[in-house]
């Protein structure tokens, strides 16, 4: 690696990267423990959406939990927790009709609040800048900086203005180097520079291999005759075939919006599943279209979350820095819920780091981080579920038995913890899984992928090299085009990939890197793992309002 | 003297401030929807930055002071205060300061024109640089209202801009060809698209801008009264545009254009 000098550099105490809820309460907690005890701490955090929030998309049904923790006064603050959670159902689909669940006690939501979370973060944003964070959204972390003895020194942001060439343009601009005593990675599920720490650290030895899901979602305005707000409705089943892991969230917002969406397991086994025409088929369900008619869609977007759980966490320290949030994997899978184990692991980290910057010989790890993260409630509560997501390998209705089982008999405390595979190596060949024909899409309820897009308000300075690289350009079309059927102009949510010159029997890869959502899944999904999400110029992906 | 900067050529001034208004509009990658009650376009928690056009108008004048035509360019927005960030941006672009005249009023171009007019009486500054439009409501009557209340000649369009021995000679972009105006200062210049490219706030200058000097002025300390003269009625998302139809052959078509359509 060369050095460069052409760039700026400045020192922090702490540089977090990501405006999530994760890397926002690390930054407020931090500040809180330095007004608290009358000491300074220069605190950096870099978003690479435009603004704080413009990228974060989720159900979602939060548990205020975490919340409380760090603002007990939350509510005097002004949070935007406007819709207490009400009626809970639980459904799963056939076809034609549809059979209530009874609601496992993980999936019970008496307490929690029906939000946005773009809009939490935007609020822990303003709090975050109120306590004296320095944040700058539209900037992207592209590099991990690393010190003569390998611990990590910090980030650099990405050069803007290089051409599609990879050459610097006329109106180049070199990125900027950020120096931190700890850099907290907070990226959010497959983190780019996180999965280089991974490499780099061997983080993930001895731990299973991360499993994904993909969410897919939108906001509609319904008419205000069929809204009610707090209603929650869970289903599983039809659309899915019950080998695939996933289903759908239908959640009544104030003013009549309704947020509505499908995750689908990224360990599914057909490449010509479409997890974008399944959530678009879902809706036409009976059950389901019925909230739709005279309403309109106002916002689209999608995003992978991690699925893993307890045996997937990776070490989460290393020299320099640590991991908080999604891009470790804190995610509660039964209780479909992240956010407030985001929230607590960025506290507990915040609290680790704290200390440890005033400790004398202290070190360039944080380690008390992994060691506190053991004892809060976090852990406990990952540990109690972790064998709810890999039963699913019997299929839905084997899981539904063995998820009551691990619950009720054993509580979450089974002698056993079952594993889970990568799931890029689940792709089943192209001729060994039967087609999928989905319905086209009407107009009304359902649409294409590039009139969803287009809702998501995704732009990408056009002249840029794409964000998507290939390692072998050549395994596009003699792998994945050859024996999955190019899965990847199917997982792809956005309609980044499409297959061109079919009909001139010379197929070749276009790559449409503008209409990325960084929803990750081809990082993820792709068979080789040849396809490599990188950052693109700071400010570019999804302007996601209230999602 | 001779100075050469940017492709413009400039000869050496009395010191002289530059005033650039800066508006904080809906970003131009939000798709915009107008409320379900009729009553406007909904902004809440969609991103706002700075006016396209205004952006160049910053780049114009900061170019003009880097040349050494100007001695401070002086940004200025009119609004609610998360304008601030607008005006950010702008000093991050390379504005000396910034005067944030705060009011949650919704403002309409005659309001901000005698907000600006009462800016230059204090500030009393040589040019003022405006984008030619604010994305928003399209409006094209700030830069005017303002030259005509000051009784300042205006140029507006630029498509280059020129400033020597206390002219400025303004190319503009008109239906035919290329205009080019000679007008005296003190003067109004508005920024067409091919003005200039902007560059961009770096992540250091945006640091750098955190600390430059932001003032906060209320409409009353100005003695301005900014009370909307105008009432929206509504506002309506166009019709949507119906399904075409494939007619066999000329005569057909012929027959609906003048039976159907009744346009011929």
């Known amino acids: ?547 | 003297m001779l100075w050469l900067a940017g492709g413009c050529v400039f000869e050496k001034e009395n010191p002289m401030k530059i005033l650039v208004p800066v508006k904080r509009v809906v970003d131009y990658n939000v798709k915009v929807r107008v409320k379900a009650d009729g009553t406007g376009v909904d902004l809440a928690n969609v991103k706002m930055s700075m006016n396209p056009f205004d952006e160049i108008a910053i780049e114009e004048a900061v170019r003009l002071k880097e040349a050494g035509i100007a001695t401070e360019v002086i940004a200025v927005s009119c609004g609610v205060a998360a304008c601030q960030e607008t005006l950010r941006t702008a000093m991050a672009i390379g504005a000396d300061r910034g005067i944030l005249v705060e009011t949650d009023v919704d403002l309409q171009p005659l309001a901000v024109a005698k907000l600006l007019q009462a800016l230059c009486a204090k500030e009393q500054p040589q040019i003022v640089i405006c984008g030619k439009q604010a994305i928003d409501d399209d409006a094209n009557q700030t830069g005017q209202m303002l030259a005509a209340l000051q009784n300042w000649p205006q140029a507006t369009f630029a498509s280059k801009v020129v400033i020597a021995n206390g002219k400025a000679s303004v190319t503009r972009e008109i239906d035919g060809g290329l205009e080019t105006l000679e007008i005296s200062l003190p003067a109004v210049v508005s920024t067409d698209l091919r003005l200039n490219e902007p560059r961009y706030a770096t992540l250091p200058n945006i640091m750098k801008a955190k600390k430059k000097p932001l003032d906060t002025v209320k409409p009353a300390d100005l003695g301005v009264d900014v009370t909307p003269r105008l009432t929206t009625l509504k506002v309506a998302e166009p019709a949507k545009r119906s399904a075409g139809i494939r007619v066999a052959d000329v005569a057909e078509l012929v027959n609906k254009l003048k039976n159907e359509a009744k346009v011929i």
């Open chain 1, 1 to 547: 690696m060369t050095m460069r000098t052409d760039r700026d550099a400045m020192e922090y105490d702490v540089v977090i990267i990501g405006g999530g809820p994760s890397g926002l309460s690390t930054a407020i907690r931090i500040k809180q423990l330095a007004e608290q005890s009358g000491k300074e701490v220069s605190v950096c955090l870099l978003e690479k959406g435009s603004e704080i929030g413009a990228h974060i998309l989720s159900g979602a049904v939060l548990e205020p939990h975490a919340l409380a923790e760090l603002f007990p006064d939350w509510q005097e603050r002004g949070a935007p927790l406007n819709t207490p959670a009400g009626e809970d159902r639980l459904l799963f689909l056939t076809e034609t009709g549809s059979y209530k669940l009874p609601t496992p006690p993980q999936m019970g939501n008496h307490g929690n609040y029906i939000i946005s979370l773009g809009n939490l973060a935007r609020w822990l944003g303003e709090q975050a800048e109120a306590l004296g964070v320095e944040i700058y959204p539209g900037f992207a972390a592209a590099e991990v900086l690393y010190h003569e003895d390998g611990s990590v020194k910090g980030v650099a942001t990405g050069d803007l203005g290089i051409g599609k060439d990879g050459q610097p343009g006329h109106n180049f601009q070199p990125g900027m180097e950020l120096h931190a005593r700890q850099t907290i990675f907070a990226e959010g599920c497959r983190g780019s520079l996180t999965k280089e720490l991974f490499a780099k650290f061997n983080l993930r030895d001895g731990v299973d291999p991360q499993t994904y899901g993909i969410g897919i979602k939108e906001l509609w305005e319904i008419d205000p005759a069929k809204h009610q707000p707090g209603l929650i409705v869970h289903t599983v089943g039809w659309p899915l075939q019950s080998d695939t892991y996933g289903g759908s969230f239908l959640y009544h917002l104030e003013n009549n919006l309704v947020s509505i969406g499908m995750v689908v397991g990224l360990d599914y086994k057909n490449p010509w599943l479409s997890p974008y025409e399944e959530f678009q088929r879902y809706k036409t369900h009976p059950a389901i279209r019925g909230f739709f008619e005279g309403a309109r869609r106002i916002s689209y977007g999608a995003r992978a979350l991690s699925e893993g759980g307890y045996q997937s966490i990776p070490k989460l320290t290393f020299p320099g820095g640590l991991l908080i949030g999604d891009t470790a994997g804190f995610l509660n899978v039964p209780k479909i819920k992240g956010t407030h184990m985001a929230m607590k692991s960025g506290m507990v980290a915040a609290e680790a780091v704290f200390e440890h910057l005033f400790k004398d010989n202290a070190g360039a790890e944080a380690t008390e981080y992994a060691e506190q993260i053991k004892k809060s409630w976090l852990w406990d509560e990952l540990y109690k579920v972790r064998n709810i997501r890999p039963a699913f390998k019997w299929g839905l209705f084997g899981a539904l038995a063995y998820g009551a089982i691990d619950t009720y008999v054993f509580k979450g405390k089974a002698p056993w913890t079952m594993h889970h595979h990568d799931d890029h190596s689940q792709l089943g060949d192209k001729n060994s899984h039967p087609k999928i024909a989905y319905p086209k899409p009407d107009g009304q309820l359902t649409f294409d992928r590039l009139s969803s897009v287009f809702l998501s308000a995704t732009n990408h300075e056009e002249n840029q090299q794409t964000h998507l690289r290939l390692k072998d350009e050549s395994i596009a079309i003699s792998v994945n085009y050859a024996k999955y059927g190019a899965p990847e102009t199917r997982y792809c949510p956005a309609g980044v990939y499409e297959i061109l010159g079919e009909d001139e029997g010379k197929p070749r890869l276009q790559i449409n890197g503008q209409n990325c959502l960084h929803c990750k899944t081809c990082d993820i999904k792709d068979p080789t793992q040849n396809i490599n999400w990188t950052v693109p110029e700071g400010g570019g992906g999804p302007n996601y309002p209230n999602m």
